[in-house]
Every structure is written in structure tokens, then in C-alpha cells.
């Protein structure tokens, strides 16, 4: 239909209908290539500190797969996540997520309380996913399993064919903690809340982001701390990019917080650094404690 259009207007629109169609294709491609273990394509990890509003410690990192390209540039998940869930690679890929977030928690085991691993409503639906994070786990004898915590979005309630809620029991069964990612922004917040076995709710940045200078924000940050601690939740707050949005959230109370305030995504030995210094310090670089905090 728009290949007789005649003005700019819908021309530009099909060339923006074309490109992300064939960028999805080059993408499916590199996602294949760097699972079938290409050393010039590779999906590291990158890790955002989690950090309580109590000590100012780290007290745990979200694990961002990235894609780094022959050229040495990398790109975001947005590039290649979707490509990767539309054609099932993110199968592979979430396997070798988990397998690459467990290696790195091991090696900071001393340090780092636990890692966090996203994961898509394609994956959980997989009839093999519960099977394969136990026999990664099964692989770790002694491994405290509550140090791995699963990512979950709202998405996978009315996407997923399978019951998410017997799923995600089978994954509690193994010992692993689930978190409710992106909450507030579904659907169906709080039908999650009913019936899941979730034990951290991650406020999605949108209700974070200018909380401080917002009455409305922060009456629902109040009233989702009140309900998750009532059902025996912790609650992430993410996107915190303000000292006054961290002062904020600390004052109300939110165990922990995640955001470019404290630090963007980093790479493993950059990410290693600062939990080192963290540690070193006790307080979060950069952050101010009173007294008073614990
Ligand atoms: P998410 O799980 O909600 O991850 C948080 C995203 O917000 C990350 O983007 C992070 O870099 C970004 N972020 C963190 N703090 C701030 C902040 O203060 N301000 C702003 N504006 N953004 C912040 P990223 O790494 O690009 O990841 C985007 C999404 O891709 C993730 O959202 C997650 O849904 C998905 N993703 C990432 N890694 C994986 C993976 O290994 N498997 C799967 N299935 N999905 C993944
Ligand atoms: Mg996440
Ligand atoms: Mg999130
Ligand atoms: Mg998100």
C-alpha cells in the first residue's frame, strides 16, 4: 500500500517500517553467531550495582547482557533482545546469561550478595527452563541459592501459555528468589501481587525518576512499600538518577535502590573496582550518609 505514496511524509515512515525488519535479521544472525562461540561477536555481561538505602553498600548487581561487535562497539539489548525472543534464540542466550551471572557471583562471592538475571516471558514459558537453572545449580553443591535471583515482567502474566504462577513455584522449589521487574507498569500489578510467589517487587523507574519533586510518585511509592512489606516483599527502586530521589526513598523507607545516580551498567573488571571501593569505604562513592543511618 505504500509503495505508490507520494508524499515525504509516508515514505520516510515505510523506510522506518524497512530498517528495523532488516536490523531484527542482522541481529538474529550476530545472536547466532555469538552463541555458536565467535570470539569477534560476544554477549557479555554487564552488572548495575543494587545499593541499600540503609548502609550504602552494594548489596547486589542486575546482570545486562550486551552484544560487543567485531568493531569493538556495543549495543544495548534493545538491538537484539526482541530478535533474539522472535525467533527463540533468547533460549540459548538467556542459558548462557544465567550460566555467565552465576561464574561472575562466584568469583565475587565474598563480596557481592547476590545477581539478578532478567528473564523473558519466552524463556519462562520454555518447557525446559525449570530443568536447566536446576542442573545449573545442581552443578554448585553448597551454593546458597537465594544469592540468585530471577527478573520477571509483568509481560509473561497474558503472554506466557503456560501457568506462570506454577512456574514460578517450581523455580521457589529450587531455592531461587524472584523478582517482579518494570512493577506499576503492566496491567495487572497488582493480580501479581495476589498470586504470585514473588520475593522483591522492582518499582519501574517511571514512578522513581522526579519523585522528589512529585506528590503524586511519591504517594505510590509509599503505598507499594506498604503493600510488598505487608506481603512479606522487598521492593527495588530503580532508575534513581537524583541525590534528591535517593534522599527521598531512603526517608520512605525503600530497602534499596539501582540507578545512574549510583552508577550506569558496567563492565565485570570496572564493576569489580567498585565493589572493592565500596567496600573499602562502607559508604557508596559519591553518596552522603547522616549519622544517623545505620
Ligand atoms: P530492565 O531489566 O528493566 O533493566 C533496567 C534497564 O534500565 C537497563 O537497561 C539499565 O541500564 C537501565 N537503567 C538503569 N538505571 C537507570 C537510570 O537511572 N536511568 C535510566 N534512564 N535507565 C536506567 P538495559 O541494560 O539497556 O536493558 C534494557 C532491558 O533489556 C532490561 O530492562 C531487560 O528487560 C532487557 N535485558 C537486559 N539484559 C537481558 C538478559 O540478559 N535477558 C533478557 N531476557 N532481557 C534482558
Ligand atoms: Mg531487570
Ligand atoms: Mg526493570
Ligand atoms: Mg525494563
Known amino acids: 500500500a505504500a509503495k505508490r505514496a507520494g508524499g515525504n511524509r509516508v ?21 547466532r553467531r555469538a552463541l555458536a562461540g565467535d570470539p569477534r561477536l560476544t554477549l557479555p555481561l554487564w552488572f548495575q550495582p543494587v545499593v541499600s538505602t540503609e548502609t550504602g553498600r552494594i548489596v547486589g548487581a542486575e546482570a545486562l547482557v550486551r552484544m560487543r561487535t567485531p568493531d569493538g562497539e556495543i549495543l544495548s539489548p534493545f538491538h537484539f533482545i526482541e530478535a533474539a525472543e522472535e525467533t ?19 568469583q565475587w562471592s565474598d563480596r557481592l550478595g547476590y545477581i539478578s538475571v ?16 536446576e542442573s545449573v ?39 531461587v528468589r524472584i523478582a ?3 512493577f506499576g507498569t503492566g496491567y495487572s500489578s497488582l493480580t501479581w501481587l495476589k498470586s504470585l510467589p514473588a520475593d522483591i517487587v ?64 558496567l563492565p565485570s573488571p570496572e564493576f569489580e573496582a567498585m565493589l572493592l571501593k565500596s567496600i573499602e569505604r562502607g559508604t557508596f562513592e559519591g553518596v552522603h550518609l547522616d549519622e544517623t543511618m545505620g
Open 137 to 175: 545449580l545442581a552443578a554448585l553443591p553448597g551454593f546458597d541459592r537465594s544469592r540468585l535471583v530471577l527478573e520477571i515482567t509483568e509481560t509473561a502474566l497474558f503472554t506466557s501459555a503456560v501457568d506462570v504462577s506454577e512456574r514460578l513455584n517450581a523455580l521457589k522449589r529450587l531455592g
Open 202 to 265: 522492582k518499582l519501574d523507574r517511571s514512578f522513581v525518576a522526579g519523585l522528589a519533586e512529585d506528590a503524586r510518585k511519591a504517594s505510590i511509592i509509599e503505598a507499594v512499600l506498604w503493600l510488598a512489606r505487608s506481603l512479606g516483599m522487598s521492593t527495588i527502586a530503580e532508575g534513581v538518577e537524583e541525590q534528591a530521589d535517593w534522599e527521598a526513598l531512603r526517608t520512605a523507607g525503600c530497602p534499596a535502590v539501582q540507578g545512574y545516580f549510583f552508577s550506569k551498567p
Open 88 to 106: 527463540g534464540l533468547i533460549v540459548p542466550l538467556g542459558e548462557h546469561v544465567l550460566r555467565t551471572a552465576v561464574e561472575h557471583l562466584l
Open 11 to 31: 515514505q520516510v515512515y515505510t523506510d522506518e517500517l524497512r530498517v528495523p525488519v532488516q536490523q531484527k535479521i542482522a541481529a538474529e544472525a550476530r545472536v
Open 118 to 133: 532478567n528473564v523473558s516471558p519466552r524463556q519462562l514459558a520454555e518447557p525446559d527452563f525449570v530443568p536447566m537453572v
Open 180 to 182: 517482579l521487574d518494570d
